[in-house]
């Protein structure tokens, strides 16, 4: 082997390594600057964590399930919403029955059915997944917000008794939950099969077909996993806040692109797809937001720490796919 | 020579009343439900003039979505763009101005320019960095927001779009008409009869092969993202216009719905441009869209905007089941045409 090939395969390996460890050592200098920072403005840490890991959970939560769906080359930007969908279910489910058991029931099958009918419509009638979930998120969207204002009105939304899931609002349960599902994922992502031959369908599609893998199976799977995660998602939105109005989980269906993105996975999904991204991700991109807004005060921070945190995603982004340069634009 | 001249005529003719099906059938079936229900889908003069001037809307945001989207290039930052131009244009043209008589012309002009410059920005952003345009789109839709947030304080931005300039422009109906007639000539034009247009194509249908031909990727994607930007700029600015105030407090993504509102009419858009232009396409999808909504306006008090939302997402699904499953469709129609002719033989 010639010298100059040396220095390449180096210097490709160390872009490499660069960019497998980058999203880790974001996340931990993250966390640093924001420690920083709350000890900077003299704040309580320990309220602040509680803050960052709630508004993280519901958010990890959905963008684990949504890696599933990314790592097959496919899109759903319908997750925020199937969140609201589930949540809303669940509480009018408790309305009129007054059983928590069935409440939390409903909000389990209505993810998953929500997103299994995205899923369905897609393969069954041939329609590019994207498209459906965009149809999808509008159709969810309009329903959650039509059985919240006319069961709660438009500003106040519905809730359940605010003591009800009062005795769950805390840090070790939510952990626990989280844990559990984030542990079957990493399971079934990286220890299964159904994980090997998601990848190998998000990298090669026509090749995993020829290799007689049917991609319809893993896609549907893929969806359900997504929506045992919107579940999740919309039970711990309730956890943490009891009422439910049209503007829940808005953000999520696009937080989830960035988390995973921000996490250090490839958009396009395949075989360099990490289930434990949206984690990572999920985690950076809270701490960075909340260290700008507590850094910038003051009612333009809001937009100024926005900007801030875009050109961070952008930079980080940037750095961590090196390794993925072609010759044409990237599409 | 004769008989080719007759079927190129008969194929043309044939052509038009396939482009013209879907917009005659929106305007029958509309206007029938309208008329069984005692109402009138365009009731006033007041009525038109919304109807053009968002029919004008629904085409621009059309045909900027779709411009970067057939070459695979998502972008979620054409709302975004949309309030920071038309934003950035009513700030200036206020400060020179006052709201005084031309306000509407410059805002329109520096609106227009501001977009392309946005645009142009955000495939700047896409071309150095080299990461995927849908990515790109994210934090670009992310900066332009925060930018907007900063500038008004996360307030509507209302003195400098309300005057009496502006409320002339969507008083009559006659602006809009001409910016599309304008657009519409010059889309067809660059996208059809320029090297751009060429170029812009090959691109679109295979980029590894265009690119090794010697086709300039890079200045073509960089044109393209301009003039979607532009093309956004004219949308804020009727949106100004139309809404009185610029909403300065979209935050965390909130300025992506106006994309989506693009999806519907960009597949009718394709569908028709099948058999007579894409552009002239995109003008009738957005012609079929403008209906349907002056019609959800006559039955504002039975159909509220969620059961719009609603309606419109299906429609999208219906069509896209369709188009997803056209040969599959017409197969099944021919072998049962065919079974009926093989009965009727017998």
């Known amino acids: 082997m010639s010298r100059k090939e040396n220095t390449i395969r180096k210097s490709y390996r160390r872009r490499k390594i660069l960019s497998r460890f980058m999203p880790l050592l974001a996340l931990l200098l993250l966390f640093l600057s924001f420690l920083l920072a709350v000890e900077k403005k003299g704040y309580r840490t320990d309220l602040y964590l509680k803050i960052i890991f709630n508004e993280t959970a519901v958010l990890a939560v959905v963008a684990t399930g949504a890696i599933f769906i990314f790592t097959l080359g496919s899109f759903d930007i319908s997750l925020g919403a199937a969140t609201l969908f589930s949540a809303t279910l669940g509480i009018l489910t408790y309305m009129e029955s007054q059983s928590v058991f069935l409440m939390i029931f409903v909000i389990f099958i209505s993810g998953i059915l929500c997103s299994l009918t995205s899923s369905l419509l897609a393969s069954f009638f041939r329609i590019p997944a994207f498209v459906t979930t965009v149809a999808m998120m509008s159709v969810l969207t309009a329903v959650s917000t039509q059985i919240i204002t006319s069961r709660g009105g438009a500003l106040g939304g519905i809730s359940i008794p605010s003591g009800l899931l009062k005795p769950l609002d805390t840090p070790y349960f939510k952990l626990l939950l989280m844990a559990l599902y984030i542990g079957i994922a990493v399971f079934i992502f990286n220890f299964t099969k159904i994980g090997r031959r998601q990848k190998f369908i998000g990298a090669n599609p026509l090749c995993a077909k020829l290799t007689g893998i049917r991609a319809s199976r893993y896609t549907i799977i893929a969806f359900a996993m997504a929506g045992l995660g919107v579940g999740l998602g919309a039970f711990l939105t309730l956890i943490y806040t009891p009422s439910v109005t049209s503007g829940t989980a808005g953000s999520i269906g696009m937080n989830i692109i960035v988390a995973i993105v921000f996490g250090g996975m490839p958009i396009s999904g395949g075989a360099d797809s990490k289930i434990y991204a949206a984690l990572i991700g999920g985690f950076s991109y809270t701490l960075l937001n909340n260290t700008l807004k507590i850094l910038i005060e003051g009612n333009a921070g809001y937009g100024i720490s926005q900007m801030v945190s875009a050109l961070f995603f952008l930079l980080l982004v940037f750095i961590t796919s090196m390794n993925y340069r072609s010759e044409q634009l990237p599409r | ?346």
């Open chain 2, 1 to 346: 020579m004769q008989n080719s001249k007759r079927e190129r005529r008969k194929h043309k003719f044939s052509a038009l009343i396939r482009a013209l099906f879907i917009p005659f059938l929106f305007a029958a079936v509309l206007s029938l439900i309208s008329a069984a229900n005692g109402k009138a889908m365009i009731p006033n003069r007041s009525a038109f003039h919304n109807f053009v001037i968002y029919t004008a809307i629904v085409m621009l945001t059309t045909m900027a979505l779709s411009i970067n989207l057939n070459s695979g290039r998502f972008d979620f930052s054409l709302g975004a763009m949309a309030l920071f131009s038309s934003l950035i244009a009513a700030k200036l043209t206020y400060a020179v101005l006052g709201g005084g008589p031309g306000s509407a012309v410059m805002i329109f002009v520096l609106s227009l320019a501001a977009g392309a410059c946005l645009g142009l920005i955000s495939g700047l952003i896409y071309v150095l960095l080299r990461i995927p345009p849908i990515i790109t789109s994210l934090g670009v839709t992310l900066i332009y927001e925060g930018a907007i947030y900063t500038i008004t304080g996360g307030r509507y931005v209302m003195e400098e779009v309300q005057n009496a300039s502006m409320a002339a422009f969507s008083a009559h109906a006659v602006y809009a008409l001409i910016i599309i007639a304008a657009v519409l000539g010059l889309m067809i034009y660059l996208f059809n009869y320029t090297v751009f247009g060429f170029n812009y194509r090959a691109l679109k249908e295979g980029q590894k092969v265009a690119v090794h031909t010697g086709i300039k990727e890079i200045p073509n994607a960089l044109a393209c993202y301009a003039i979607s930007g532009g093309l956004m700029g004219m949308v804020g600015f009727m949106n100004a216009a139309r809404n009185t105030n610029i909403n300065g407090g979209n935050l965390n993504f909130s300025s992506v719905g106006i994309m989506f509102t693009a999806f519907l009419p960009m597949f009718i858009g394709s569908y028709i441009g099948r058999f007579i232009n894409t552009e002239i396409g995109f003008f009738l999808a957005a012609l079929c869209m403008s209906m349907l909504n002056s019609c959800f306006a006559a039955f504002s008090n039975q159909i509220n905007a969620s059961a719009q939302a609603i309606i419109n997402a299906l429609l999208l699904l219906l069509f896209l089941i369709y188009l997803s499953n056209e040969n599959l469709l017409r197969n099944v129609l021919q072998n049962t045409a065919g079974k009926r002719k093989a009965a009727d033989h017998d």
